[in-house]
């Protein structure tokens, strides 16, 4: 589980490469943040990453880290307590 994740905060996915995450979903009964992506070795993959706080799917955002050849998920608003 993930805490204390605030807008400004990243997640580095070393094992995803740039602009390999297709979509960015979340769930706001159970925490979970899905993201779907495509690589040269997995078609259709999924990750969940479970954080703990009250957030909205419009919170984050995937984009592409070129210099360390990586995706990333960023998180664009404060938390809602």
Same mark, same amino acid.
């Given at each position: 589980?993930?805490? #204390? *994740?605030? &807008?400004? %905060?990243?997640?580095?996915?070393?094992? !995803?490469?740039? #602009?390999?995450?297709?979509?960015?979903? *979340? %769930?706001? =009964?159970? =925490?979970?943040?899905?993201?779907?992506?495509?690589?040269? %070795?997995?078609? #259709?993959? /999924?990750?969940?990453?479970? !954080?703990? #706080?009250?957030? /909205?799917?419009?919170? *984050?955002?995937?984009? &592409?880290? &070129?210099? !360390?050849?990586?995706? /990333?998920?960023?998180? $664009? +608003? $404060? $938390? +809602? *307590?």
């Amino acid at each position: 589980m993930i805490t #204390g *994740f605030v &807008a400004g %905060d990243t997640i580095d996915i070393t094992d !995803l490469s740039p #602009g390999s995450v297709t979509s960015t979903m *979340f %769930d706001t =009964g159970t =925490g979970e943040l899905t993201l779907d992506y495509n690589t040269s %070795d997995v078609a #259709g993959g /999924t990750l969940n990453l479970t !954080l703990s #706080g009250n957030y /909205t799917a419009a919170d *984050f955002a995937s984009n &592409a880290d &070129a210099i !360390l050849q990586s995706s /990333t998920v960023a998180a $664009r +608003r $404060r $938390r +809602r *307590f």
